[in-house]
DNA sequence: CCGTATCCGATCCGATACTG
DNA sequence: CAGTATCGGATCGGATACGG
């Protein structure tokens, strides 16, 4: 994926970046705190590197993801969540999110969830209770 | 694009659903209210009508929107935003068109933005300042 | 006006091998 | 640990034609 330099819409250029297989885990992944690469490909399931650094790349040329190198050996680098751009792209994705989990409680893959810790029993119970 | 049925994660599911090319163009569009297929056809600057039927159905199966049909001829449905989901959706689509607006404004692409009118010149300065 | 089917090139992404 | 390069199958999406 590359950014181009022709959009006249805001939501296209979003959307060519969440797009990509594993941005959208990457930026979740990264509302925790500044991760290391190894870190990241550890945390997020079935990601290869190579991935990885692509898809950070694309966060980084559009602005969400900044990169801190230190130095030294062995090496090390941080990536994080840009603190404006980064930050309000997390936003988003956190009601995505929210929206995931009232399609898989509806659909009942409620184990799922809550053997992921997501959400507790008593959580889903409620929404059910709501949702009739 | 398929919905598959043994997803673990909610950002996973839900990032299926937002990767094909349109929909979060969709979404934003539906936002202002129901609209027939053409409308959104006409709407929706380079949409092929394939791509058009096809997104909508991914957006229903998601439970993101709703279809309506009604009798008679000419024939006439009209696709909408669904109560819970489909308004939540798009509230994360607003921020991501927010984000996208962030990023335009940086980049200096600020002509497209004011000829759609999604912004006006004034808007833009103030944000100039506040970014230094 | 609304919807389905097919064909085909463009792209995405996973595996793998290699470098500093 | 962090990053680059390549190759090939799978998927996506545009064009086009056809049917209710």
Redesign the pocket.
Do not use: N, T
């Given at each position: 994926?590359?950014i181009r330099d022709d959009y006249t819409c805001p939501l296209e250029i979003v959307h060519?970046i969440i797009?990509?297989?594993?941005k959208t885990i990457i930026l979740y992944q990264l509302k925790e705190g500044p991760k290391?690469?190894?870190?990241?490909?550890r945390e997020i399931e079935?990601?290869?590197?190579?991935?990885l650094?692509?898809?950070?790349?694309e966060l980084k040329d559009f602005g969400l993801v900044q990169?801190k190198?230190f130095e030294g050996?062995?090496?090390?680098?941080?990536?994080s969540l840009t603190d404006r751009r980064g930050q309000k792209m997390v936003e988003a994705v956190s009601i995505m999110q929210m929206v995931g989990v009232d399609y898989m409680i509806e659909n009942n893959m409620d184990d799922a969830l809550i053997n992921k810790g997501i959400v507790t029993r008593e959580q889903i119970d409620k929404v059910r209770r709501e949702q009739g």
């Open positions: 994926m590359k060519d797009r990509g297989k594993w290391s690469l190894s870190q990241l490909e079935g990601i290869s590197q190579k991935m650094l692509e898809q950070l790349a990169k190198e050996y062995p090496l090390h680098v941080e990536y």
